[in-house]
């Protein structure tokens, strides 16, 4: 069973700044390429950022490009979302996600975490 679980969530300014993180119970880590997807009420799960396995390539949706940044640690079996220059429309419900290649679609992937939330107050 793969267990995904997302932490780092909160409140913060606009303008301010959170780290995500996941951490992922999936044996072969190494070999999934993880994504970050956010979801506000009413919405559908919309991409954010995805990192191939070995950490090599990086993808961003553009409203976020420059401001956030994706990394993962193989060994720690961990992916990490550092968010910069938060604004409020960034208020979503935070959720990780592994595919064995990166797309952005939700609907391609099978697993995902809880959540986590962030809101950004103006």
């Known amino acids: 069973q793969v267990y995904l679980g997302e932490s780092g969530g909160g409140l913060v300014q606009a303008g301010g700044s959170l780290a995500l993180s996941c951490a992922a119970s999936l044996q072969t880590f190494s070999t999934y390429a993880m994504a970050w997807f956010r979801q506000t009420p009413g919405e559908e799960r919309e991409f954010v950022a995805a990192?191939?396995?070995?950490?090599?390539?990086?993808f961003y949706a553009d409203s976020v490009k420059g401001r956030f940044t994706i990394s993962r640690d193989n060994g720690k079996k961990t992916v990490n979302l550092q968010m910069n220059t938060l604004k409020p429309e960034d208020t979503a419900v935070y959720y990780c996600?592994?595919?064995?290649?990166?797309?952005?679609?939700?609907?391609?992937?099978?697993?995902w975490g809880q959540g986590t939330q962030v809101t950004v107050s103006s």
């Open positions: 996600t592994a595919r064995v290649s990166a797309t952005p679609r939700a609907r391609d992937y099978n697993y």
């Open positions: 990192i191939s396995s070995s950490g090599g390539h990086t």
